[in-house]
């Protein structure tokens, strides 16, 4: 079954900038949008970010012009770069590859971000 693979997470300063990356490990068709969604402690998983098969994006309020989502030219990559992070930040952070009867989800990659 094909899988999705987060990786770039780790430990940052407020200020500081990481790069996600999240990759399938096959092929997947039909896919209508891909998205980056962020559980951070004691808290439900929200979406981030989001980025559909024509281009289009939309992002939380809270990220906004902080954060880009954009898709990678392998199929089916997609990356979020993220910038100026702040403590709020912190979470464990995954990718969602919405089909047109399921969706797939990454196992999350977990960024802290220091005060």
């Known amino acids: 079954q094909v899988q999705l693979v987060e990786s770039g997470g780790g430990l940052v300063q407020a200020g500081g900038s990481l790069r996600l990356s999240c990759a399938a490990s096959?092929?997947?068709?039909?896919?209508?949008?891909m998205a980056w969604y962020r559980q951070s402690p004691g808290k439900q998983r929200d979406l981030v970010a989001i980025?559909?098969?024509?281009?289009?994006?939309n992002y939380a309020d809270s990220v906004k012009g902080r954060f880009t989502i954009s898709r990678g030219n392998a199929k089916n990559t997609v990356y979020l770069q993220m910038n100026s992070l702040k403590p709020d930040d912190t979470g464990v952070y995954y990718c969602?590859?919405?089909?047109?009867?399921?969706?797939?989800w990454g196992k999350g990659t977990l960024v802290t971000v220091s005060s």
């Open positions: 096959g092929t997947i068709f039909n896919v209508n949008h």
């Open positions: 980025i559909t098969d024509g281009g289009t994006t």
């Open positions: 969602k590859a919405r089909l047109i009867s399921t969706a797939l």
